[in-house]
Every structure is written in C-alpha cells, then in structure tokens.
C-alpha cells in the first residue's frame, strides 16, 4: 500500500474510470452479445394520432432471419395479469393517493403470470409519481392495440437473427391506420372543442396542481406597479450520445431475468419492470453497464424494456433492442414545454410585493415514470431568491399528441429561473429601474438563519447583495453600462448586450418536505456498503448509478479519506442489483449529497468497529 | 456477399459481407471491436471515427466494402507495446472525459488533427473537432487535452512554445 496523502478529496485524483475509456473497452449495453440472442426493432406510428383498422405481419414473417413478429393483440396476454397497477407503490413513492386514484385495484395477486388472462385494462402504466388525488392516468400499452397516441408509439415488433434483417423486416407489416384529429399545442388543447388525446377522460387536463401562500389578490390590489408575461419553453431532445438500449436475458436457474440495460435507474427500473412483465422481484436483475449520459432521460423505464423480458420469457433466448438515433428523437422522452404565465405585483419603489404563476405545462401522450411532477418542481424556485409575502402558483399538466415529456437537466427548476429573471427585467423596465437595483431591492437581506421562502421552503444561509456587489465589480458593470451607451450613440454595427440572472436550485433529492408535499415521501434515500476484505482493501457497494459523473473514483476518495487508506485501495461497485440490492439510482444532483454522504458515514461505522 | 480482407489494428482479417454493411457495424459486429461506438448511424455525431491507412474518418460513412484492401486502426490499435497513445494520457490527465461514449472517435479524430496541423491553434482545434460531439459537452478539456499533446510533442522536438489556456 502506497502512503496516503493527508487527504483526497479535492486531492485531485486522476479518474480511476479513464483507463477502461479511453482504451476502448469500457462495457456499452450494444457491446453485450449472448450465445443465442436474437435483435428486435420495432414499427412505429408515422402519424401522431390513429386508429389501428388492421395490422398484417404475415409477409413480414416471411422475409430472411425473421423469427417472429408481435402486434399489441399479439403481447397483450404477456404482461402482468393483474399488477398493482402501481409503481408508485414499489417504488417508494406514495400508495394511497395512487389507490384513490386508481379506485378499485387489487393489490394482492401476486406477481405469477401463468394463466395468460387478460390483464386489466384501466391499470396499465409507468408513471410513478401521483401528485394529485385526481392525476388522469392514461393506460399506456408498451405495443398499442387500437389507437397510437403520438408519432413514434409502438404498433409491432420483428424479432430476428441480426439486426440488419429486423430492420429490413419492418418495411413489410402492413398498417391500415385511419387518422384522427390531433392536438399539439399546449392552448389549443386546453381550449373547448379541442381534439383529446385520451377520449376516455372528456378533457386534456391531467390535473391542475396549486400552491398558496398569503394573500396573492390582496397584494395586486394593493400594488402601485403590476407587470406580467407570457414566456414559452419549447421542448428538447435530451439526446445522450449513446441512445437506450436493453438486453434481457432468461436466467435458467433462477427462472428470472438479467436485464441490461442503458439506463440512470436500475432500481427503480427493477421495481417497475417487475410489476409490469409480471416477474417477482427477487428473479429480475437489473444490470446498468457503462452508461453514455442521460441528461434525465434515462430516468425512466420504457416500453422497450418491457418488451425486452416478455419476448425473452416468450421465446426463451436473449433479446437486444438498440435505438438508433431518429428512434431517440422520437422515443425517448423530451424536456421542458411549458407555456408560463407570470405576473408580479410591486410597490412604489420596485419592491415585490405579490407573485402570480400559472402554468399549462406539457404532458405528452402518455406519463412516464415523472411526467407529472417535473413542472411542480418548479413551483418551489419562482420566488427565486427574491422576498415577499404573497405567492400562487398553480400548473395544468395538459395531454398533446406528442412524445411524452419527462426529467431533463434541472427539471422544472431552469424553467422557473427563466420565468422570474425575465419578469424582474420586466419590472426594471416598468419602473426605470436599473435591472441590478431591481434585484438589489427585492433581495433577502443576508442571513444566516434559516429563512421560509414564499412558496414555503427553506433557505439555510445567504448573502445576494455581496454576491451580486462582487459581480457587478468583477465585470466592471458600471463600464460596460458606458460602453453599451457609447456603442448606441456611434450606432456600431457590433451593439452590447447585458443580462441578469439569478439561479437557485432544491436539488440533492433526498426524504424531504418538497418530496413529501408532492407525494414522494417515501423516496430519496441511499445506501452504501463499506466492507473491510480479508486481503486488507476495501469493497463499497453504492446504489447510486453512474453515467460519467465519476462516482468510481470520487468514492473512492470519500472512502480513503474515512479509512485512512489509498484511493486505489478501494473497490467501488454500483448499477447491479445484484450485488448492490438496494438504492435510489442517480438523477437531480443527488448523488453525492446522499449517496457519497452515505458512502462517508458507513466509513465511519467500519472506523468505530475496528 | 463480397469476400474482403483487411488489416484492423495490425491483424488481418477476412470476411464475407453484404455490400450495404458499413465498416462501423463490420468492425462491433463481425470483428468484435467494442471501442468503436454507434453514436448516429448519421455522419453527425463522430463517436465512430477511425483511421483508414492513417486518416481519420467516420466509420458509419463507410461501407465495410470499401475498406477492403486498406488498413484500419482503431483507439484500440494505438497503443505501443500496452503502453497508452499520448493522446489517450492526455485525455485522461486533462480530464477530457465523462462519459466517455465519445471519447475513442474524440482520440482519433484528433491524433488525425495534429498530424496534419501539429501547431493547430485554439481555434483550430476547435474547428478540426467540430464533427465529434461530446453531449456531457466537455469541450473545454478536450481542447485542452489536445494542447497538452502539443506542448509534449512540441517540447521534445521543436522549441514552438505552445500556450495553455
């Protein structure tokens, strides 16, 4: 053993991951072959809204390589014949509200699949996070049966022995599809007469989600200046440069699954795919191998998964699907789309005295596992680190025929800072204020006491003035400020421009009261395993899952420094549910401060034994 | 099918392919390189770049048939004797990683790139490299990364200074 310096974290520790990476042997989910795997691509829907009239696959079956091809009608005895309907239930996230409602749902089949019963209609989804007793949640078939939802949705799948031939295979099922009126913007679809997404619920409303603090309409009756804006946030393509990809794998001794997957949450991914394919629990594995970023989208478990295990239970070979690009953009969830309404109320001297949000924000076609509850993270950042009394905030998550949204960097929260810097710009403008002093004015005064928030959060510590009097001075503002007016004058063909910004963030999702309050009281906690070997290193198991954060090493490091051993003592292991059985996966910043956090103190455990 | 031959990482190999097979997928498929990584199937992306007969080119533009007869080298093709390319130390003491899904075309395309413009400046780094993205948007240290192979390079050879940003 090497001697240790006297301390590692923020040594500097060259990356234990780079060798693996830039040697070309790190392990992708595509570099995974299988002694008798077989490659399945799927058919998608090229209109955003349709009715299936017929699907004939027989020509298809035909062609070279082809072993099979499932239709919606073809996989729809394979999934859970009566699943809890729930990942909200395994998945840490709150049951009852859930089981209101769902309404009536059993919760006390088991999770066997051997009678191939139908399963029940009203209970098939991924959304794991009910935010409202009234939350609308559409049944989502991994292979649609009568109707597509959105250009991309799945109708058939070609199973074949390479993946050259299952893609040329696809160019043969003939479709019949009889299209229907479709809405995609956020507006119309709230708008009376609108197309629905979801006929079955007469609405596009999800649900309409509120928060209040004070007395909001006071405060606007009371201000001397009020401003407000429309702003919009266009949807984005997270697009990690290694798109998904799954390889589930019978396990003959176990009667279970090792699934491979490229994905940030193979826990949660455990839990919902054994709801979903009807696997116990304790027989599905859930490997996540190297992994080329998420960004968020691979927070998720996704159609293609499902299909993964049920044809490998049903064929009883290993199965790979990988998406190509185009398939990402289509497939995989997008970011962001919200039309935002904000109005802010002031007194004489630009001091905020009442904020007012509303929000349409988009839903897709269908929920995935946090559709839901991505914009009402937001609902907690609008105030920024601005004070006042009076907030309402209150978000309409809206069906459109489009790919469903979900988490992408910041998740709610970027959305809300873009709001409420614009609004503050608006305000300076209104007033003739500079748009410095604005903020200057309506800062929190430095503290270092817990202060509550308008939206009724906590803020431990702060000092904006200074932070903001150092930028200001860093950036010589004052001669920007003269030489943007010296650019104007002289009419410069290249003119200067200044923007403000402020960004605060909840973020380190650990068990909290914004999680609880948004029905996720269960979820957030972490796990580390700190293990002294007999050959004197140190083994730690985490469930936290990387995807080129770095944890191997920065693990390493927190472990090191507690036990007072090298860096390159320690074995880190993570993203295998079989060797680290439990976690809550990687996603909203949250990995140190609870997974390295407990990586820390399970250290200390080891030090007190010893 | 078409009988080809063809050297990879100094072992030669033959094959009977489609024609339509790209040399991406001949090289994960058939020959089994995993350092090679489908990022696009596009020409967009760069995560599949490699070197035919020393010149770096994406391997998804290629069709396997026209690689026939020519060398290929790919990230796992330059190191000499185990030890790592200096590009691929460079990488990794400059932190030119995350995820690493786009590093091995990264490597290639710029160990292409000094070997035509050894003194490349900042922006020409930047423009060389413009066909490989890196979606953890790690930019910075892979231009620095670059640099750091220059400044060696240069320092054993020529006495170019070059400037670290």
């Not at chain 1, 729809?76 to 840490?92: D, I, L, M, R, S």
């Not at chain 1, 295979?169 to 479709?182: G, K, Q, S, T």
């Not at chain 1, 609405?203 to 200046?225: H, I, K, P, Q, S």
Request: glycine share 10%; net charge negative.
């Amino acid at each position: 053993m090497t001697e240790a310096p006297e301390k590692f974290v923020g040594g500097g520790v060259p990356r234990k991951e780079d060798p693996a990476l830039v040697t070309g042997r790190a392990n992708w989910t595509d570099n995974i072959k299988l002694p008798g795997m077989l490659h399945a691509t799927m058919l998608r829907s090229p209109y955003a809204h349709a009715k299936i009239t017929s699907i004939d696959a027989s020509a298809a079956k035909e062609q070279p390589g082809v072993i099979e091809v499932f239709t919606g009608e073809d996989l729809a005895a394979e999934y859970h014949k009566n699943p809890q309907a729930n990942p909200a239930a395994v998945t840490g996230y709150d049951l009852s509200m859930h089981e209101r409602s769902q309404g009536e749902t059993s919760v006390t089949d088991t999770a066997d699949n051997t009678d191939g019963q139908p399963v029940d209609e009203k209970t098939r989804t991924f959304v794991a996070w009910i935010v409202h007793d009234d939350l609308k949640v559409p049944h989502h078939d991994p292979v649609a049966r009568d109707e597509v939802n959105f250009a991309g949705d799945i109708v058939a799948v070609v199973v074949a022995t390479d993946r050259y031939k299952a893609q040329d295979a696809l160019e043969f099922i003939e479709v019949d599809y009889e299209p229907l009126d479709v809405v995609t913007d956020l507006v119309e679809a709230v708008a009376s007469g609108s197309p629905l997404v979801h006929e079955e619920f007469g609405t596009n409303e999800a649900y309409t989600w509120d928060l209040a603090t004070g007395d909001v309409d006071e405060a606007f009756r009371e201000a001397d200046v009020t401003v407000k804006g429309r702003y919009l946030q266009p949807r984005l393509i997270p697009n990690a440069i290694e798109t998904r990809g799954v390889v589930a794998n019978p396990d003959p001794v176990h009667r279970g699954f090792t699934v491979y997957t490229s994905t940030q949450v193979p826990h949660i991914a455990k839990a919902v795919l054994s709801e979903y394919c009807g696997v116990p629990e304790q027989r599905l594995r859930i490997v996540a191998p190297d992994v080329g970023g998420g960004f968020g989208s691979k927070l998720n478990v996704y159609s293609e998964e499902v299909i993964a295990i049920i044809l490998a239970r049903k064929l009883g070979v290993p199965i790979k699907w990988i998406e190509d690009r185009s398939e990402n953009y289509l497939a995989t969830i997008h970011g962001r789309g919200q039309v935002q309404d904000i109005e802010v109320a002031a007194d004489s001297q630009g001091k905020i005295l009442g904020m007012k949000v509303k929000l349409l924000a988009d839903m897709g076609a269908y929920l995935q596992i946090n559709t839901p509850g991505i914009p009402l993270l937001g609902a907690f950042m609008y105030p920024g680190i601005y004070t006042f009394e009076n907030y309402s905030f209150s978000c309409t998550g809206v069906f459109t025929n489009k790919t469903p949204t979900d988490a992408y960097r910041g998740a709610g929260r970027p959305e809300a800072a873009y709001a409420v810097e614009r609004i503050m710009d608006m305000l300076a403008l209104e007033m003739r204020l500079d748009p410095a002093e604005v903020r200057r004015r309506n800062f929190y005064e430095p503290f270092d006491e817990p202060v509550t928030t308008p939206a009724g959060i906590q803020y431990d510590s702060g000092n904006y003035q200074q932070t903001l009097e150092r930028v200001l001075e860093l950036a010589d503002y004052e001669g920007l400020r003269a030489e943007q007016q010296r650019r104007r004058e002289s009419g410069d063909t290249m003119q200067l421009g200044i923007g403000f910004s402020t960004y605060t963030e909840i973020c380190g999702l650990a068990p909290s009261q914004v999680l609880a309050s948004l029905g996720a009281g269960g979820a957030g906690w972490e796990m580390a395993k700190v293990q002294m070997l007999a050959s004197g290193k140190v083994e730690v198991v985490t469930g936290t899952t990387p995807h080129g954060q770095g944890h191997v090493t920065s693990w390493s490091q927190i472990a090191a420094d507690a036990l007072g051993v090298d860096v390159h003592d320690v074995e880190v292991h993570h993203g295998d549910t079989a060797i680290a059985p439990y976690g809550r996966d990687t996603y909203g910043s949250r990995s140190l401060p609870v997974g390295g956090v407990a990586v820390h103190l399970a250290s200390q455990k080891v030090v007190e034994k010893a | 099918m078409r009988r080809i031959q063809m050297t990879v990482d100094g072992s030669a190999h033959v094959a009977e392919v489609e024609p339509r097979l790209l040399l991406l997928h001949h090289l994960r498929e058939n020959l089994g390189i995993g350092g090679v990584h489908t990022g696009c199937n596009t020409t967009s992306c760069g995560a599949c770049t490699v070197h035919i007969d020393g010149e770096s080119v994406k391997s998804c533009t290629v069709l396997a048939v026209q690689a026939d007869g020519h060398e290929v080298t790919t990230v796992r093709g330059i190191m000499d004797n185990g030890l790592w390319h200096p590009m691929q130390q460079a990488f990794h003491e400059a932190h030119g990683l995350q995820c690493g899904y786009c590093t091995p075309g990264m490597i290639m395309a710029s160990i292409s790139l000094l070997k035509e413009k050894p003194n490349a400046s900042e922006e020409e780094i930047r423009e060389g490299l413009e066909g490989n993205l890196c979606r953890c948007t790690g930019y910075e240290n892979i231009v620095k990364a670059v640099q750091l192979v220059q400044q060696h390079s240069n320092g054993q050879s020529t006495a170019q200074p070059t400037a670290a940003s």
